[in-house]
Nanobody, 122 residues
Framework: QVQLVESGGGLVQAGGSLRLSCAAS????????MGWFRQAPGKEREFVAA???????YYTDSVKGRFTISRANAKNTVYLQMNSLKPEDTAVYYC????????????????WGQGTQVTVSS
């Protein structure tokens, strides 16, 4: 089992920035692909960004150029730096660990954190 705990969410104004962190425990961290997903009220949980075990990064089109995913394997932590935030970014953000399958497909992520709320005011 892998335990994931997100932190860093909060309330910011449009155009502001937040950095989310996800701390992993229970298994070696570096072997996993790691992803960030988000879910707004009444919406499906959607892919935001992912980073592979080899360091390759992937983003949904709506966040390209604004969000950056990174990982610090020695700290068992993955980050999501979010800049130029927009009200439509408001959601609960979830960290997830991935082993096989399409890296942007939430159905292939067996391990999930509890989420951290990000609210962007206009």
């Amino acid at each position: 089992q892998v335990q994931l705990v997100e932190s860093g969410g909060g309330l910011v104004q449009a155009g502001g920035s937040l950095r989310l962190s996800c701390a992993a425990s229970g298994r070696p961290f570096s072997s996993y692909d790691m992803g960030w997903f988000r879910q707004a009220p009444g919406k499906e949980r959607e892919f935001v960004a992912a980073i592979s075990g080899s360091g390759g990064t992937y983003y949904t089109d709506s966040v390209k150029g604004r969000f950056t995913i990174s990982r610090a394997n020695a700290k068992n932590t993955v980050y999501l730096q979010m800049n130029s935030l927009k009200p439509e970014d408001t959601a609960v953000y979830y960290c997830a660990a991935h082993i096989v399958g399409a890296i942007s497909d939430k159905r292939t992520y067996p391990y999930w954190g509890q989420g951290t709320q990000v609210t962007v005011s206009s």
